[in-house]
């Protein structure tokens, strides 16, 4: 797979999955079809990539060979793979390669390679710990999990969209690797926000501040990233605030099940889930320090 024998599906093409798509149609490969449940978002892509704008995922799987799933949450992941709608994936998942690059729960994951197998597929989870520019560029790092000789055939293809490419286990592994990764960046993106908002509080310099940070142990991957943005209040969304709440409660879920305390991922998860509410959740995640600066946040 990953030749010139793959004809490519996407299923949900949001900022992320349709420039993974751009980025595969630059690379040469064939996308075929393209389908979300936003049909204006997935007509211009099709229009963009000179291929056909899909009625349903079904349909999408009828064409392609190799579909990508990157959607936004548990219940759209088992809508598209659901056993009872004539529209879902596995109507057609025979010979099918299904690449599900969402961040999930991990029993949602090996609940999707289960019936993929049954239904005549294959499946992989290539769970993305990177952001829109990578998807584009093709720089994305992933985190795979499921069956090794699945993800050894589909290598071809994710080396076209991947800096890092990294095999951690059977399917689930990767979404735990995944929401751990995601719930402490957004721990360390609510603490940035704090230290930012105290020094603005104390009326400190914030590039003075952020220099010294950068510079020591407070520094961070956040910091590069969000710091000058909660600086300026620039929060053009990048990984939205509620997708950050919705991560943060997939890594909380895993911690119950595991019977550990983690309270620092619990403040950080009720500080965004307070962003949501407040109606902000499509502002990058850099918006929590919209909660922590004086002069912005609703005291």
């Known amino acids: 797979m990953?030749?010139?024998?793959?004809?490519?599906?996407f299923v949900g093409v949001g900022r992320m999955g349709a420039?993974?798509?751009?980025?595969?149609?630059?690379?040469?490969?064939?996308?075929?079809?393209?389908?979300?449940?936003?049909?204006?978002?997935a007509t211009d892509l099709a229009s963009e990539l000179g291929c056909e704008a899909a009625a349903s995922p079904a349909r999408v799987a009828e064409l392609a060979n190799i579909v990508f799933t990157v959607v936004t949450d548990d219940a759209a992941m088992r809508e598209i793979f659901s056993t009872t709608s004539t529209e879902s994936l596995l109507r057609h998942a025979k010979n099918r390669l299904f690449v599900n690059c969402a961040t999930l729960s991990p029993a949602v994951h090996v609940d999707v390679e289960t019936l993929v197998t049954q239904y005549g597929g294959r499946s992989l989870e290539?769970?993305?710990?990177?952001?829109?520019?990578?998807?584009?560029?093709?720089?994305?790092?992933?985190?795979?999990?499921?069956?090794?000789?699945v993800f050894e055939s589909a290598k071809p293809l994710s080396e076209k969209l991947s800096a890092h490419l990294r095999y951690v286990?059977?399917?689930?592994?990767?979404?735990?690797?995944?929401?751990?990764?995601?719930?402490?960046?957004?721990?360390?993106?609510?603490?940035?926000?704090?230290?930012?908002?105290?020094?603005a509080a104390l009326d400190l310099d914030l590039t003075m501040l952020r220099e010294v940070f950068a510079q020591t142990g407070a520094a961070s991957r956040v910091l590069e990233t969000d710091g000058e943005d909660m600086q300026n209040r620039a929060h053009d969304c990048?990984?939205?605030?509620?997708?950050?709440?919705?991560?943060?409660?997939?890594a909380l879920a895993l911690a119950n099940t595991?019977?550990?305390?983690?309270?620092?991922?619990?403040?950080?998860?009720?500080?965004?889930?307070?962003l949501v509410a407040l109606g902000k959740g499509e502002l990058d995640k850099s918006a929590v320090s919209e909660l922590t600066f004086k002069d912005r946040s609703p005291h």
């Open 169 to 199: 286990g059977s399917a689930g592994e990767a979404a735990k690797v995944k929401a751990l990764v995601n719930m402490v960046m957004n721990c360390n993106t609510a603490a940035l926000a704090e230290g930012l908002g105290l020094g």
């Open 19 to 41: 420039n993974m798509a751009r980025r595969l149609n630059d690379r040469g490969e064939t996308i075929v079809a393209v389908y979300d449940l936003g049909l204006a978002t």
């Open 2 to 9: 990953g030749q010139s024998d793959s004809r490519i599906g």
């Open 126 to 149: 290539a769970c993305m710990a990177s952001s829109i520019t990578q998807a584009r560029q093709g720089t994305l790092y992933l985190i795979c999990g499921g069956r090794q000789d």
């Open 238 to 250: 990048y990984f939205s605030a509620a997708h950050a709440a919705k991560d943060s409660g997939i």
């Open 258 to 274: 595991a019977g550990l305390a983690v309270p620092l991922a619990q403040a950080t998860y009720e500080q965004y889930q307070r």
